[in-house]
């Protein structure tokens, strides 16, 4: 089971006070089979460790000079100041969170001076040094703390930041690192918010929207961005830039781009920027030393005796895997032996271990493979130890900070019985901090950095251990010392390690003392990745310096991926007419790489018509890849409606039409409007002088394929869209919603009706609602609400009794309501007056029967398939559009029971549906998958997906309640549920 602050995304759990209500609570004592169990003083802890061959653990602090720590920071003299929450998990309101400072004054390792400074926070989950004090993050706040007479308490206490999201205390903003580019990187994590800067004690303008996206702090500005990422508890960067997050089950993932790229063409719309790189999978094994708890042991007794409901723990995996990665961290110091540098850190809470993976790169991302086989890093017998974060230290060793809790546990999963017996805040006055080192090491004594010229900063660049190379770095952006800039630019050519040389280019470019000499000779650097950032850092100087717009461009043929595809980035700054030829090469031979192509994309908001026509006259065949590329760029040209790109167009089309027709029409249709498009025509015409006889034909083909049913389901598919280029063909698209056709062939027959406005549209659908499964019905929904008239003869439908309201989601109906004209908000109004509402809680008792059925599997498994499999999967059968249910069925029969039938009860940001009103009168629904600054990609059932550019969308809508339906009574009796119960908890 998982620490909920570091177990992202798990799904919230209620189990009714059943027993109390009964009056027998009282009738079970457990308190001779529950005792204590006691905690291990600080040294003994330290002998419960297993740390892997080559290594030692010591202990840096402990209680009573810190307790609870969760986030930690060091300053430039190497004191340590440290978050303790201690109002985890129930206790937000006491106010009880603190930032402690630790000093170790004979600088032996050991922290022995404590000092508070600064208490009464709410929630504290992140802390970093800038400008002489600490950033903290308290949501919904961000603090700045600063000491001004020297006691070690903060006299300076002002909010900078507000507005993140703390209505899940399992996703709260956290982990605040430096970046290269000279500011403080921190992760959103999934509650999400709107957040404003504060001056003088007052928000200031509208805020940024940061669903899905993390941020990054200029503290010169003391300005906001937002940045990809979007994951929940953890984040770390590499030598290079390259960021990593974890998210829930998804234990090691990579950032694959900086979303400010994206904002400058909003007709791209990129892949998921967090992308899984473990290779033994997201929720891979995990070898725990330490046992499990005695009320566990009592809880699976009193379920197998059916006394309490829920499954018998170990009848499938209670344990064993990532349930809640957290804190991810790259290790980048010197005390370790040096082919572990590099390696990938993350902690399991519940299962009181630390992970670890060796980064193996493939092309521009990385492979995360396991290194200890059958057992972990460090691992723990003490089920008191709780690492929830770790930090690279300036004596060159690995940080941990350990939580150090009795019990990690939803209170609401445990029976009264049992919880009347445990402290749920014990520990509260405990925590410890550790160090992780290599058996040979020895400790350096601490740099006080403070106290250095700058120069002696630049020489720091060079250093081993990352953090007194980037404290260095900081340091040089806070003071803005212009005495550094020769020292900086002898160490671009001259220094000794290409960190160093990175380095010393961003921090030119923080005093903006980066000229085009010294960019031009960091591009002919030998190591790629100081070439790779020197293109990056190029862009603001490509305007004013054709030579370095032409050395950056000659970089098209480098040897190294990642320096090619900042190349592909970087480009965009180039005129249209010099950066055509290297991003078509760039194509040719990074173009099958979504990432690339995308990349490639962002960098022609102008001249997507001059790529295009290139690209349209290559002699070698085409990858699936470029043919994206070339589709997607043919959508942005229809979009555009450039002169200059029509033209372009025009003039290759011809050729194109001879070397590869089939591509030739796929194009035509991704530029086009609709099917009377003026621009249709007119491409079309410049082939063979009568366009609407060459698109005819082109419906002709897509026709004959959509109704062949032999031909493959893919191919049936793909053709569809082409079906709107005539008009509405009623009969032909009642045969196309017959229920014996596939239901991937109605799902793409529904999605192409949504283009149709006419009241015929909407009549069809009508008559086809009761034979449609529920799936299918929300895409008829999406239909009905894109059409004029469709939601009137919805309503009109339900009055007259063609449609129950029952086969209703009156939770999608209550949204349009903003969305119609006020008679029809009306009419909607009297229609959720007139419903019933149904009590969830009386539902959820009423099935408390089925709990004590004895359910059967293979019942269960149809029930699964017919009603859950749309957003959920188990055992390969399903799509994992939801929750995990692997996690979910170790919580028990009844908390399943719950969440299946008041889904809405507490539902975790991330599975929030979404109702999107696009421009050209689509209503799509969904949960928000993927956010960009140019795009959203909203995730539906059967594991379907849409993305949306910004640029298209009207209005974006919460729905407030979960993807999934609220009245799954209507369709699985007791008797159902008990089997599909019995199924879900015999699954491994």
């Known amino acids: 089971m998982s620490f909920s602050l570091f177990a992202c995304g798990r799904i919230a759990i209620v189990i009714f006070p059943l027993f109390a209500a009964c009056g027998f609570a009282e009738e079970f004592d457990f308190s001779d089979q529950l005792p204590r169990i006691a905690p291990r003083e600080p040294a003994e802890a330290l002998q419960t460790m297993q740390v892997a061959p080559g290594f030692r653990v010591e202990q840096a602090a402990c209680e009573p000079n810190v307790v609870d720590p969760v986030a930690m920071a060091f300053d430039e003299d190497g004191r340590l100041f440290v978050i303790e929450m201690r109002g985890y998990s129930e206790d937000d309101g006491q106010i009880l969170g603190r930032v402690r400072l630790l000093e170790d004054l004979n600088d032996d390792g050991v922290y022995e001076k404590s000092t508070v400074f600064a208490d009464h926070l709410s929630w504290p989950t992140a802390i970093t040094c800038a400008r002489g004090g600490v950033i903290v993050g308290a949501a919904p706040d961000i603090f700045f703390l600063k000491d001004d007479n020297g006691d070690g308490v903060a006299d300076q206490r002002r909010v900078v930041f507000t507005g993140f999201g703390k209505t899940n205390v399992q996703g709260l903003l956290n982990t605040f690192k430096w970046g290269l580019d000279n500011r403080i990187h921190g992760a959103t994590s999934s509650s999400g918010g709107v957040v404003k800067p504060v001056v003088d004690g007052e928000p200031q303008g509208d805020g940024i929207n940061l669903r899905g996206r993390d941020f990054a702090i200029d503290t010169g500005a003391m300005t906001m961005t937002p940045t990809s990422g979007g994951a929940q508890h953890g984040m770390s960067f590499n030598d290079w830039g390259d960021k990593f997050v974890c998210s829930n089950s998804d234990h090691l993932q990579q950032v694959m781009y900086e979303d400010s790229y994206y904002s400058r063409n909003p007709y791209v719309a990129p892949p998921a920027s967090r992308q899984s790189i473990a290779?033994?999978?997201?929720?891979?094994?995990?070898?725990?030393?330490?046992?499990?708890?005695?009320?566990?042991?009592?809880?699976?007794?009193?379920?197998?005796?059916?006394?309490?409901?829920?499954?018998?723990?170990?009848?499938?995996?209670?344990?064993?895997?990532?349930?809640?990665?957290?804190?991810?961290?790259?290790?980048?110091?010197?005390?370790?032996?040096?082919?572990?540098?590099?390696?990938?850190?993350?902690?399991?809470?519940?299962?009181?271990?630390?992970?670890?993976?060796?980064?193996?790169?493939?092309?521009?991302?990385?492979?995360?493979?396991?290194?200890?086989?059958?057992?972990?890093?460090?691992?723990?017998?003490?089920?008191?130890?709780?690492?929830?974060?770790?930090?690279?230290?300036?004596?060159?060793?690995?940080?941990?900070?350990?939580?150090?809790?009795?019990?990690?546990?939803?209170p609401k999963s445990l029976p009264p019985m049992i919880k009347q017996h445990l402290d749920l805040t014990s520990g509260r006055d405990r925590g410890r901090i550790y160090r992780i080192v290599g058996d040979t090491y020895e400790r350096p004594p601490t740099l006080k950095l403070s106290e250095m010229s700058a120069?002696?900063?630049?020489?720091?660049?060079?250093?081993?251990?990352?953090?007194?190379?980037?404290?260095?770095?900081?340091?040089?952006?806070?003071?803005?010392?212009?005495?550094?800039?020769?020292?900086?630019?002898?160490?671009?050519?001259?220094?000794?390690?290409?960190q160093g040389r990175v380095l010393a280019l961003y921090a030119l470019a923080g005093l903006d003392s980066l000229d085009a000499a010294t960019v031009s000779s960091a591009l002919g650097d030998p190591h790629p990745r100081v070439r790779q950032h020197a293109v990056r850092l190029s862009e603001p100087l490509l305007r004013n310096s054709p030579a370095l717009r032409q050395k950056v461009a000659a970089l098209v043929s480098d040897s190294d991926p990642h320096v090619r595809y900042q190349l592909a980035f970087t480009l965009g700054e180039l005129p249209v007419s010099e950066k055509q030829t290297p991003l078509a090469e760039l194509v040719q031979t990074d173009g099958a790489n979504p990432y690339f192509a995308a990349a490639i994309q962002s960098?022609?908001?102008?001249?997507?018509?001059?790529?295009?026509?290139?690209?349209?006259?290559?002699?070698?065949?085409?990858?699936?890849?470029?043919?994206?590329?070339?589709?997607?760029?043919?959508?942005?040209?229809?979009?555009?409606?450039?002169?200059?790109?029509?033209?372009?167009?025009?003039?290759?089309?011809?050729?194109?039409?001879?070397?590869?027709?089939?591509?030739?029409?796929?194009?035509?249709?991704?530029?086009?409007?609709?099917?009377?498009?003026?621009?249709?025509?007119?491409?079309?015409?410049?082939?063979?002088?009568?366009?609407?006889?060459?698109?005819?034909?082109?419906?002709?083909?897509?026709?004959?394929?959509?109704?062949?049913?032999?031909?493959?389901?893919?191919?049936?598919?793909?053709?569809?869209?082409?079906?709107?280029?005539?008009?509405?063909?009623?009969?032909?698209?009642?045969?196309?919603?017959?229920?014996?056709?596939?239901?991937?062939?109605?799902?793409?027959?529904?999605?192409?009706?949504?283009?149709?406005?006419?009241?015929?549209?909407?009549?069809?659908?009508?008559?086809?609602?009761?034979?449609?499964?529920?799936a299918l019905r929300q895409s008829a929904f999406q239909v009905l609400a894109a059409n004029p008239t469709g939601i009137t003869q919805l309503l009109n439908a339900v009055q007259a009794e063609q449609i129950r309201t029952a086969d209703l989601d009156l939770t999608m109906l209550q949204t349009m309501k903003s969305l119609v004209s006020d008679k029809l908000a009306l009419r909607i109004d009297a229609l959720l007056k007139s419903e019933t509402k149904s009590d969830r809680d009386a539902i959820v008792q009423a099935y408390r029967g089925a709990l004590q059925i004895s359910g059967d599997a293979t019942r269960g498994e149809a029930v699964f398939l017919k009603n859950c499999a749309s957003c959920h999967q188990m055992n390969g059968k399903g799509h994992p559009i939801g929750p995990n249910l692997a996690a979910m069925k170790n919580r028990g029969a009844e908390a399943i029971l719950v969440n299946v039938l008041n889904p809405n009860l507490e539902v975790n940001p991330q599975y929030l549906s979404y109702v999107c009103l696009t421009n050209d009168g689509r209503a799509l629904t969904g949960i928000i998958a993927n956010e960009t600054a140019t795009s959203i990609t909203l995730l539906q059932g059967e594991n379907k997906s849409e993305t949306i550019l910004r640029i298209d969308i009207d209005q974006l809508r919460s729905t407030g309640a979960s993807l999934m339906p609220q009245d799954l009574e209507k369709q699985i009796d007791p008797h159902a549920m008990a089997d599909l119960l019995r199924y879900l908890l015999d699954q491994n």
């Open 455 to 498: 120069a002696e900063l630049v020489e720091l660049l060079d250093d081993p251990i990352s953090w007194r190379r980037e404290t260095a770095a900081r340091l040089l952006y806070e003071q803005s010392d212009r005495s550094a800039v020769s020292a900086l630019i002898s160490q671009v050519t001259k220094g000794a390690t290409p």
């Open 603 to 774: 960098s022609v908001a102008a001249g997507a018509g001059s790529l295009l026509a290139e690209l349209m006259t290559k002699s070698d065949p085409l990858s699936s890849g470029e043919t994206k590329l070339i589709l997607a760029l043919a959508k942005q040209v229809g979009k555009q409606q450039r002169k200059e790109d029509v033209a372009a167009i025009l003039a290759a089309l011809p050729q194109l039409n001879q070397t590869n027709a089939p591509l030739t029409s796929q194009l035509i249709q991704q530029m086009a409007a609709g099917g009377d498009s003026t621009l249709a025509t007119q491409l079309a015409a410049s082939l063979d002088g009568n366009g609407a006889s060459m698109l005819s034909r082109m419906y002709d083909q897509a026709l004959a394929v959509v109704v062949d049913n032999k031909a493959p389901i893919d191919k049936r598919v793909a053709a569809m869209p082409t079906l709107r280029f005539r008009p509405f063909d009623a009969d032909l698209f009642a045969d196309l919603l017959e229920p014996s056709q596939p239901l991937l062939l109605q799902q793409a027959a529904l999605q192409t009706l949504a283009y149709f406005k006419s009241a015929e549209v909407a009549d069809l659908v009508i008559a086809r609602w009761s034979a449609m499964s529920p």
């Open 279 to 410: 290779a033994d999978g997201p929720q891979a094994d995990v070898y725990r030393t330490s046992p499990v708890e005695d009320w566990r042991v009592i809880r699976t007794k009193l379920r197998a005796e059916k006394i309490v409901p829920g499954v018998v723990e170990g009848g499938g995996r209670p344990a064993g895997y990532f349930t809640g990665a957290t804190g991810v961290t790259i290790f980048r110091g010197n005390g370790w032996p040096a082919q572990f540098q590099g390696n990938a850190i993350v902690g399991d809470v519940g299962s009181n271990l630390i992970h670890r993976k060796q980064l193996n790169s493939q092309g521009i991302a990385y492979s995360g493979t396991r290194i200890d086989e059958k057992s972990e890093f460090l691992s723990s017998s003490d089920i008191w130890f709780r690492p929830v974060q770790f930090a690279n230290a300036p004596d060159g060793s690995l940080y941990i900070a350990d939580m150090y809790r009795e019990v990690i546990e939803h």
